[in-house]
Structures are given as structure tokens and as C-alpha cells.
């Protein structure tokens, strides 16, 4: 099902602006895509030029244009080289559930800034999208991606985690999930 919007929202919070990812941002992206830290519990291969980084933004910009996904980049207000991205992705085909991804560069970890962003694209998820669930993948080793889901009320959800092939996607992977909160 395709999103709904006119034109890419524009998110903002007390710190953040969460806009559209451009071509500018192939640096940040190749930093993302190219570190360590940031891939040390993803299953993608790691960016090796800055081609491969303007290769995934022109991706990234399908997806958008086709209103398959959303894609946020991250930038502290005032501020336009993004210190991470935040997206809603995997969209169910009623589009009442979607899955949510998120990465911050290294230097910005431990700052409550993904707390802030993941606030805002949940609240935009259900009250504009009228999302009923949002999923997270992750790995059980990914603690601190497992901390920032369950400060904001993901659950583990172990029937969803029983449709996963073990053989295709790995023993060590599992899902949280968030409900729609009444009154929303």
C-alpha cells in the first residue's frame, strides 16, 4: 500500500530536524555505512567508496518517490551534515504495520538524540500514517538498541519472532514491537 503525503515531511523536535535525505549527505552516509561501530550488528555489506554511498541514496530516493518507505536524516538544528537517519520501512500491504530502522554516527552516540527522533517518527507513524505497529528488528547482542526500544514500550514479540528462518536470517535475530497506544 502505497504512503500517502504530497510532499516528504519534515519533521522537527526541541533539537532535531528530521528531513529528506539528498545527495549531499553521501559523505555522513559513507561514514554510516563504512564504520565499525555503527555496522558491528547489522547484516550489510560495509560502504567502500563514496559511490557506494550515493548508490544507497539513490536507492533510498526510489523507495521515498515510489511511497514505499520513508527516510529521515538526522541533523541537530542549525545544522545540515546529519549525525544519523531514521526510517519506517517494510510496510505492511494494508499499511497498518511498518518496521523502523535508525543509526547514528559514532560521535554522536550517548546524546538522546535517537531517543528524540525515535519519539517523533513513532508519533508521526501512528497518528499520520494511523500505523497499529511498528516493528524493530535487532540481534540479541545489540544492547543498547534493545535499551532505547524498551525505554519507549517495545515488547519482545515472540510470535512474530516465530515466522523468522533461522536458516536464512540467523538464530541471533529478534523483534520488538510497539502497539498503537489508545487514544491515538
Request: aromatic share 10%.
Amino acid at each position: 500500500m502505497p504512503l500517502n503525503f504530497t510532499s516528504f515531511p519534515e519533521l522537527t523536535t526541541e533539537r532535531l530536524l528530521l528531513r529528506r535525505l539528498k545527495k549531499d549527505d553521501a559523505p555522513q552516509i559513507f561514514a554510516l555505512r563504512s564504520s565499525d561501530v555503527v555496522n558491528k550488528y547489522l547484516d550489510r555489506p560495509k560502504a567502500k567508496s563514496i559511490e557506494d554511498a550515493h548508490d544507497f541514496i539513490k536507492r533510498i530516493d526510489f523507495g521515498v518517490d515510489g511511497r514505499e518507505s520513508m527516510y529521515w536524516a538526522i541533523c541537530l538544528l542549525g545544522q545540515s551534515e546529519l549525525a544519523g537517519t531514521i526510517s519506517l520501512w517494510n510496510f505492511s500491504d494494508e499499511g497498518t504495520k511498518a518496521e523502523i530502522g535508525y543509526e547514528l554516527l559514532p560521535q554522536f552516540h550517548g546524546k538522546g538524540i535517537m531517543q528524540e527522533a525515535l519519539l517523533k517518527v513513532i508519533d508521526y507513524g501512528f497518528r499520520n500514517l494511523q500505523l497499529q505497529l511498528i516493528e524493530a528488528w535487532t540481534v540479541i547482542q545489540n544492547l543498547k538498541s534493545i535499551k532505547i526500544l524498551e525505554r519507549n514500550d517495545f515488547k519482545r514479540d515472540f510470535s512474530a519472532e516465530s515466522g523468522i528462518d533461522r536458516g536464512v536470517e540467523g538464530d541471533d535475530r529478534i523483534i520488538y514491537s510497539l502497539k498503537k497506544p489508545a487514544g491515538i
